[in-house]
């Protein structure tokens, strides 16, 4: 089974995974080599391995990301009261950049006042496995994100 048939199954049955077997999926992965493919809204899911930051997601109602350019990411986007998607300010903003990350350069979100990287890989032209790489955590956080349709 290849990679993306892989997360494929993951994604769709929200079954548990470890740490190991999802750097693998990854890894097999192509890199994002141009950071304006991220741009536009996406709506995201966490792929369970126990991490402490899949509770924490939960908790502030994460749905997803918003890249409007390099210089301006919304990484924790919410829904209010009413449904829509609004930034929600709990970790601040982000930046896009390229960077090295398990030997290849992809593009990576930085986030402007946190020791935290969420480094993406293309599952497909509509979807992006993303890692979440914070200083001090013993493993990383894996979550995935799906392309919006723009307004």
């Known amino acids: 089974m290849n990679a993306t048939s892989a997360l494929d199954e993951l994604i769709a049955g929200g079954g548990d995974s470890t740490a ?3 750097h693998a999926l990854f890894d097999a992965l192509p890199p994002i080599d141009d950071t ?3 741009r536009g809204d996406w709506e995201g899911g966490v792929l369970h391995t126990g991490h402490p930051g899949e509770q924490q997601l939960t908790a502030v109602g994460w749905v997803g990301k918003t890249f409007h350019h390099d210089n301006d990411v919304d990484p924790i986007v919410s829904r209010d009261e009413g ?3 609004v930034a929600n300010a709990v970790l601040g903003k ?3 950049r390229r960077v090295v990350y398990r030997g290849v350069v992809t593009a ?3 986030y402007d006042r946190h020791p935290i990287f969420d480094h993406f890989r293309k ?3 509509g979807r992006v496995l993303g890692v979440m790489d914070r200083k001090g955590d013993a493993a990383p956080l894996f979550f995935f994100l799906r392309r919006l349709p723009s307004p």
Do not use: H, P
């Open 108 to 110: 990576t979100m930085i």
């Open 36 to 38: 304006a493919f991220l």
């Open 123 to 125: 599952i497909d032209e």
């Open 20 to 22: 190991d077997a999802l």
């Open 94 to 96: 982000a930046s896009l």
């Open 83 to 85: 449904g829509r998607r």
